[in-house]
């Protein structure tokens, strides 16, 4: 599985932004994907997921501002940002596993995609 994760940017703090992760492969449907974040000098950090049959997880930083979608026809997952802080700046990963996993451990999903910039100005 190859993952493509777009939609990165430059926003206002109160701003939202829809991060997309497009997937290769055929049996996307079959896969959790996460996403994931990493701030300057900071641990990567889990945000949230979706399993393949449309069941969210969301970790603390996203309850009440971000949520997750799919749409298995297009090989996708939607990031949904809202009432984004400067706090949220940080490179976005998503990544993906068909196994079952811990969802907020990095090291257990198997295909991670490229990042993309998410910049929050105050």
């Known amino acids: 599985v190859q993952l493509q994760a777009s939609g990165g940017g430059l926003v206002q703090a109160g701003g939202s932004l829809r991060l997309s992760c497009v997937a290769s492969g055929r049996t996307f449907s079959s896969y959790l994907i996460g996403w994931f974040r990493q701030a300057p000098g900071k641990a990567r950090e889990f945000v949230l997921a979706i399993s393949g049959s449309d069941m969210p997880y969301l970790g603390d930083s996203a309850k009440g501002r971000f949520t997750i979608s799919r749409d298995n026809a297009k090989n996708t997952v939607y990031l949904q940002m809202n009432s984004l802080k400067p706090e949220d700046t940080a490179v976005y990963y998503c990544?993906?596993?068909?196994?079952?996993?811990?969802?907020?451990?990095?090291?257990?999903?198997?295909?991670w995609g490229q990042g993309t910039l998410v910049t929050v100005s105050s």
């Open positions: 990544a993906a596993t068909d196994r079952g996993v811990t969802l907020f451990r990095d090291d257990e999903y198997d295909y």
